[in-house]
């Protein structure tokens, strides 16, 4: 056997490889939009927004803003070439306010100057004249007025009205969930430069290049062919950078067409958090039924999220949080109701879950206060309504739960996270500590992966060899600090059998990618990937029957491997290969293309199989809280995570950890406050508080399933990793719960919404006081 057999290539999918900017990251020198070259006769850009969550606008006068030194132009909804619309689902979603602002911070006007310093000056004196209305702010308000981006949308599984009549228990409830911000280090961004033939090409931060290819094209009226757009990286998204990208590059497009010169916007942090929107925040009520042992029997649930102004993703938002009141538990009887409701508020969008984690809390909560009311231990009750075998194993949409691996992850973390022990100790020591007290809980997850939206579910790649044996790679994915490119690169460098080194990712592109759908659903590996994959399989095929006839060997005994090519007892260089390919005029060029198999959505009936596969995970947190305070640390956590047979653990490591204190931080202490005429009043680091470097468990213990491949023959049998982890975080919130309700000798349930601020615990924790000392006579709302 040969030596280089054994040796193999360096990279190889299933190794830890480090992110393949990882140094450019650390030293700063990672060139994000605004730290390119900036292009002669640029200008620079401010936003004029609106005070006023709703008002009509009477007029506006640019005459002093123009005359201050260095503007080139304030432009408003009048100047569009085209369409004012860059709406991704519905139509009819402003890019700049027409007649009528409706949320506190939407765009009226654009001012472009020479410097920034002059285009902020400017935006000041640019008057715009309103006549306020009134306005629509909450949940309530807009479910009392039935106001709604989109139709309500409905599950239906057998009689829920029948099975909760029948049920021997009975319970009410509700939960509130805040908002969040996306916090990406790298705000909104967008450059936008006309070419000498009328077209746009625009750098954009992104996460969906075709959709901003889209929303310029129909804001200046030219076709997609003309508007080419390109991001080589993200300095993070986390979902705020897929549907709301559109509207930044848009303006600065807008610009650039009518000015002729090249034209940047970036917004400053606090314009991005007031301007751009978020995770919906959601008001969640349940009517639940259920027998002595806390199995669930029927289910009345209603969602209703803070869309915002316009529809933007909500209604798919929606869908998935539908989709994931389920989570891993069997629900033989439901009504799921979700509203998507219209506030004059900024429009809410994806974020990291996509409504996932607000479909599955309130279950959580709900599983919670059934075993509250029978005064079972909360682990038990969760268990006993788990996915099981069929009947028990088809989801309320009538997608079959086939991969159910949560007991085999729920037995290795009990054992690795001593669960039963520890559950113990912290029994003892609360019945010791009057003011400190601690609180477990777990927390499984079950998410869906695949857009909601069959249609979504395509990638394409584009794979060029060079005669060196050097590899060129691009996909239609973008570059967020997920890993996805190294990842990829991954996927070609094992098909060519090379050396990671050899394959080089460049920027995300419309003109070499076309018709790409967003990097997200967590799905950018599994799609792309696989895109990649078809591409180099072609080329490998070409260069296999080259090697083939230069030998004059069957195909079928050519060999690629450790950078060489086999046949019988020859052998060349890769790059010796692809020299003699190009020799012989044979195409080391191929395009790959990837749909995901077996998907249906029946958006009507609200049923199908909108999911390829589901990715599992499971944590339990320990914390500890100051009853006199609300202050709380979280002590410990264990996460056993499915990530199939991991294209790079390193990277998926990366993930989990990131999006579990993502997680953390929606739920305790990321707080959105609004005033009550709509305004945001934490639109900064000072007054929004994201998890920081001491926030995280202090023993944190992160294990990925080993021999697990996805059933489903995805790329490698790996698993999407981006957005379940974030859900594991539910952990952390239950389990200060658990600590609070340790003060009511967990005879009662447990009024905490989340975010679970140190005031909420607090509360929280007065509020239980309040029911142990009446002796528990009147329960209190939960
Ligand atoms: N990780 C980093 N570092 N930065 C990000 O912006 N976005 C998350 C997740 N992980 C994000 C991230 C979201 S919302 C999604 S959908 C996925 O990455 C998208 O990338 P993937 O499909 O390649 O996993
Ligand atoms: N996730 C993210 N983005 C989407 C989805 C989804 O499920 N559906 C449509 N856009
Ligand atoms: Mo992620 S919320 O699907 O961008």
Known sequence: MNDALILGIAGAPGTAQHH??????????????DDIAEPPGLLHCKLVTSPHAHARIIGIDSTAALAVPGVAAVLTADDFPGANDIAPILKGEPCLAADVVDYAGQAVAIVAAETLAAAREAAKHVAVQYQPLAPVLSIEAALAAESYVAPPQIIVRGDADAALAAAPHRLKGRLRTGGQDHFYLEGQIATAMLRDDGGMHVLSSTQHPTEVQHGVSHVLNLPFAAVTVEVRRMGGAFG??????????????????????????????????????????FLINWDVGFDGEGR?????????????????????????????????????????????CKTNTVSNTAFRGFGGPQGMIGTEAMIEQIARHLALPVEAVRARNYYGAPPRATTPYGQ??????????????????????RRAAIDRFN?????????????????????????????????????????????????????????????????????????RVSATTTDKVPNTSATAASSGSDLNGMAAYNAAIDIRARMA??????????????????????????????????????????????????????????AKTMRGRPFYYFAYGIAA?????????????????????????????????????????????????????????????????????????????????????????????TIFRSKAVGEPPLMLAISVWLALRDAVASLGDNRFPVALDAPATPERVLAAAADIRRHAASGGAALPSV
């Open 20 to 33: 393949d900017s990882a140094s450019l990251h650390v030293t700063g020198r990672a060139q994000f939009i």
């Open 240 to 281: 705020g950078k897929e549907s709301q990208a559109t509207q930044i590059a848009a303006m600065a497009a807008l610009v650039a067409a009518r000015t002729g010169r090249p034209a940047k916007l970036r917004l400053a942090r606090d314009d991005d958090m007031i301007v751009t929107g978020k995770r919906h925040d």
């Open 296 to 340: 669930i029997l029927g289910l009345d649930m209603r969602l209703a999220a803070r869309a915002g102004n316009v529809a933007d993703l909500s209604p798919a938002v929606m869908t998935r949080a539908l989709c994931h009141v389920d989570n891993v538990y069997f629900l033989p009887a439901v009504r799921l109701r979700g509203y998507a």
């Open 400 to 421: 079959e739960v086939e991969d159910n691996i949560i007991p085999l992850l729920s037995a290795k973390l009990e054992a690795s996270a001593q669960l039963a022990e």
């Open 431 to 503: 019945r010791a500590s009057p003011v400190i007290r601690k609180g477990l809980a777990t927390f499984a997850v079950k998410f869906g992966i695949s857009f909601n939206i069959p249609t979504l579910n395509q990638a394409g790649a584009l794979v060029h060899v060079y005669t060196d044996g050097s590899v060129h790679l691009n996909h239609g994915g973008t570059e967020m600090g997920q890993g996805l490119f190294v990842k990829v690169a991954q996927v070609v460098a094992d098909v060519f059998q090379i050396d990671l080194g050899h394959v």
């Open 545 to 602: 029957t080259v090697a083939a006839a230069q030998f004059g060997v069957p195909i079928e005994s050519v060999t690629f491997s450790a950078n060489r090519v086999y046949a019988g007892n020859r052998s060349l260089s890769f790059a010796e290969l692809a020299k003699l390919a190009w020799q012989q005029r044979v195409s080391l060029s191929a395009t790959g293309f990837y749909r995901t198999p077996n998907l249906s959505w029946d």
């Open 621 to 713: 947190s320990e914390v500890a809280i100051d009853t006199l305070t609300g202050e709380y640390r979280v002590l410990r956590t264990d996460i056993v995570h499915d990530c199939g047979r991991s294209l790079n653990p390193a990277i998926d490591r990366g993930q989990i950890e990131g999006g579990f204190v993502q997680g953390m931080g929606w739920l305790t202490m990321e707080e959105l406050w609004w005033d009550a005429e709509g305004r945001l009043r934490t639109h900064a680091p000072s007054t929004y508080k994201i998890p920081g470097s001491r926030d995280i468990p202090a023993d944190f213990r992160v294990h990925i399933l080993e021999d697990s491949p996805n059933p489903e023959p």
